[in-house]
Every structure is written in structure tokens, then in C-alpha cells.
């Protein structure tokens, strides 16, 4: 018996035809980008449809999600960068926010400004603005990072959201203002400084003056008289060319009001001279009394607190759980701080500890690069000395264990 099979017919007109429309309708759909809202539709189906998507949809939405990364203000912390800069010899360390180089307050007064803390009171502060911010969780995870894996700890304990940042622009210019205000008055230095001074006028009148674009100005209120025909020449004085000024006028014991606000109406000392008779004196000078008693402490009750030298910022901090703050340091149980435990002796016994300045600390090798190197420990530790080492712990199964404090 004979086996038939049977025959399709192969009806290649047809085929063609749809194959045709097809790719008009391709055509037309990768010449009409699609929006978004589509886009995001089509990547979720798992139909053939998915496969022809024109692939510009698809870098249509990888460029939509870089662009929302990259309008973060905090997107250098994101990515992990940061850098180093010298302050009056101090290395410290910086984060980027929209491209402003921004410094830890907390920072900045351990390696800046230490200096000057314990000298001056709240008072000298006032003549400087230096405004301070709240960190962001990515800033605050690189902050813990940069003093946890790069630092060894010599910023203290694990940063949180009520740090503050400032600029490092400021950290500059209010290092330079306090060593001018240091020098004028613990160090009894009376002579010239590039930012501030005296006039004297025919052997006469003290005058204060603020130095701006290499150019001398003096507070318009010591001219009241003659403010009718000075009002076209009087300029603006702001930001840290008034608080050199402002230092100079609390010298004087001048009323704060006059000078207290962000501005201050100031005239030309070039100016000021054409109003004057010819022959009459202008004498650049330092006082020899002033009242700057007010503007230094007189013990810890007038030291200025964490923080408090500059403007804080009127939006509350961040509130993130402390799991999310970042790295932080895991110290090993059962040991004594800022002491090494070297290896077993032969033949068992205790082992014996010694204090890190004495031998190296081999546990520093294994935690990766560290920049800068570490020159202090945490403060909250006292160095430990053969004298006063308490009661040893006892000794453990292993027979070689290396720890750090």
C-alpha cells in the first residue's frame, strides 16, 4: 500500500508581502522615538516587540538616570571623591559638593584652628560670616570612610548627621583673619598688616581702614558731616574685607551698631584726601591703646564650643539610621588600648604587651594604604606606659594573635 503525503502549498507572494509590512512598520516606529513612559512599558514585556525596540530608546533612558545622578548635589561623594589640601602646613582632607571644595568643621578645628580656640571668645567671631552646612548621607559615608581607611582614626569617633561642613575657601580666609587678630593681640605685634590698619589724620584722628583690591577704605559713619558731598563716592564693604574692618573698629570700642551688619557704607582714603587742605598728614599706624580685652578668653566658660564659630544652617539635619553612617572601626575585645600584643613566648606564659609608640603596629600593614600617615591617636585614649599597664588579660587558645588599639 502506497503512502501518500501530502503537499503544502509554498505560496511565496504572500509571505513576502507580510514580511514587507513589517518593515514598513519598523521603519516608522524607529523614525518616531517613543516616550518614556512607552519605553519603560516595552522593557518589562517579554515579547518578541522587546527585541525590535530601537536601541536610541534605550540610551534615551540610560541618559535620563545619569542625568538625575549627576544633578545630585552630592554625586562627587557618590562616586567616592575627594582630595587633599595644605592648610597653614596641616594636611586635610576635602569632599566636592557642585563643585565647591567643602572641609569637616570638625576637622578644621582639630588641625586649623586649634590654635586659636582656646585664645579667643565668641566675639571675634561675630566679625567674620563663615556659613556651615549639614552632611548628606553619601558625604557623611565618605567622611567615615577617609577617617576610618585613610586616616586611622585621628578625627575621633565615627562622624554623624549633626557634622557640619564648611567651605574651604572660609577655613582659608578665617585662618588668615584669626593670625591677624593673633598677632595684633597676644603677640603685640604693631606693625603693618596687607588687610587692615590705622590712619592717622594730621597727627590727630585714629581712622580705621579695611584694604579691598589693594585699595584703602574707611567707614563712612566718621565722615558724618561731610556725607552730603561724599554720597557719590561711597562704595559697599562685604564679606571678609568688613570683618578685618569690623576687627579694627571693636579695637576701638566703637558702637556695634554702626558696623554689625553685612555691609557697611565705606568712602576711598583717595577720596578722602582731596577733601582735606593740602599739607594735612595721613600716617599709617597701629594704636598703641586699644580695647581688645573683649575679644579674648578668660577661661573655659568663655572658650568657644564645637561648632559655634560659624552660622549653622536653619534646615534640620538628616535622619538616617547609624548602620548607614558608614565605615567604622571594630576594636578587638580584651585589649588594652593604644598597646600591641606581640607573639607568644616560647616555651607558653603570658603574653607580652608593650605600647605601640615603642614597637610598630604590624595590624596598620594589613588594613590597606594609609594617606597621611597617622600622628596621633584618638584623644579619648592616654598613652599606656610599663607603669601604669593594668592587670594583663589572659591568654587565649591561639598561639599567635596580633591586635591594635
Not at 33 to 48: D, E, F, K, R, W
Not at 159 to 180: A, C, G, K, Q, S
Request: net charge positive; charged share 20%.
Amino acid at each position: 500500500m502506497e503512502t501518500g503525503v501530502k503537499q503544502e502549498r509554498f505560496d511565496e507572494t504572500e509571505i513576502q508581502n507580510l514580511a514587507d509590512k513589517m518593515m514598513e512598520a519598523n521603519k516608522v516606529r524607529m523614525s518616531t522615538p517613543a516616550p518614556l513612559s512607552q519605553v519603560q512599558t516595552i522593557q518589562h514585556n517579554g515579547t518578541i516587540f522587546n527585541f525590535l525596540t530601537p536601541s536610541k530608546d534605550i540610551t534615551v533612558t540610560k541618559i535620563i538616570k545619569s542625568n538625575n545622578v549627576t544633578n545630585l548635589k552630592d554625586d562627587e561623594s557618590l562616586r567616592g571623591h575627594f582630595g587633599w589640601t595644605t592648610v597653614n602646613k596641616a594636611l586635610i582632607p576635602y569632599i566636592i559638593r557642585e563643585g565647591q571644595k567643602l572641609c569637616s568643621v570638625r576637622v578644621v578645628e582639630m588641625k586649623v584652628l586649634n590654635k586659636f580656640l582656646h585664645c579667643f571668645n565668641q566675639e571675634i567671631y561675630k566679625c567674620a560670616c563663615v556659613k556651615s552646612f549639614y552632611v548628606t548621607e553619601a558625604e557623611l559615608r565618605l567622611l567615615n570612610e577617609i577617617n576610618v581607611q585613610h586616616c586611622d582614626l585621628q578625627f575621633g569617633d565615627q562622624f554623624t548627621p549633626l557634622d557640619l561642613v564648611v567651605r574651604l575657601d572660609d577655613v582659608i580666609e578665617l585662618h588668615n583673619f584669626l593670625e591677624t587678630c593673633y598677632s595684633k593681640l597676644l603677640m603685640k605685634n604693631k606693625g603693618i598688616t596687607d588687610r587692615c590698619g590705622f590712619v592717622r589724620i594730621n597727627k590727630e584722628s585714629v581712622v580705621p581702614y579695611s584694604v579691598s583690591a589693594g585699595e584703602k577704605y574707611v567707614p563712612q559713619f566718621y565722615f558724618e558731616d561731610e556725607s552730603d558731598s561724599l554720597k557719590l563716592n561711597i562704595d559697599q564693604l562685604e564679606g571678609w574685607d568688613l570683618a578685618y574692618l569690623k576687627f579694627c573698629c571693636k579695637l576701638q570700642g566703637i558702637r556695634e551698631e554702626l558696623f554689625s551688619k553685612d555691609a557697611c557704607a565705606v568712602i576711598s582714603l583717595n577720596n578722602i584726601k582731596s577733601y582735606f587742605p593740602p599739607g594735612t598728614s595721613f600716617e599709617d599706624c597701629w594704636p598703641s591703646k586699644i580695647v581688645g580685652s573683649q575679644l579674648l578668653s578668660k577661661g573655659k566658660t568663655q572658650m568657644v564650643q564645637v561648632g559655634q564659630w560659624t552660622n549653622r544652617p536653619t534646615e534640620p539635619p538628616i535622619q538616617i539610621h547609624p548602620s548607614n553612617y558608614g565605615p567604622r572601626a571594630i576594636r578587638p575585645a580584651n585589649i588594652l588600648p593604644n598597646v600591641q600584643i606581640l607573639h607568644t613566648p616560647r616555651g607558653g606564659g603570658r603574653r607580652r604587651q608593650v605600647p605601640m609608640a615603642i614597637q610598630p603596629n604590624i595590624i596598620r600593614a594589613a588594613m590597606g594604604p594609609i594617606f597621611p600617615t597617622a600622628t596621633i591617636m584618638n584623644p579619648q585614649f592616654r598613652p599606656i606606659t610599663y607603669g601604669n599597664i593594668a592587670q594583663l588579660p589572659p591568654p587565649r587558645n591561639s598561639s599567635n594573635i596580633t591586635g591594635y588599639g
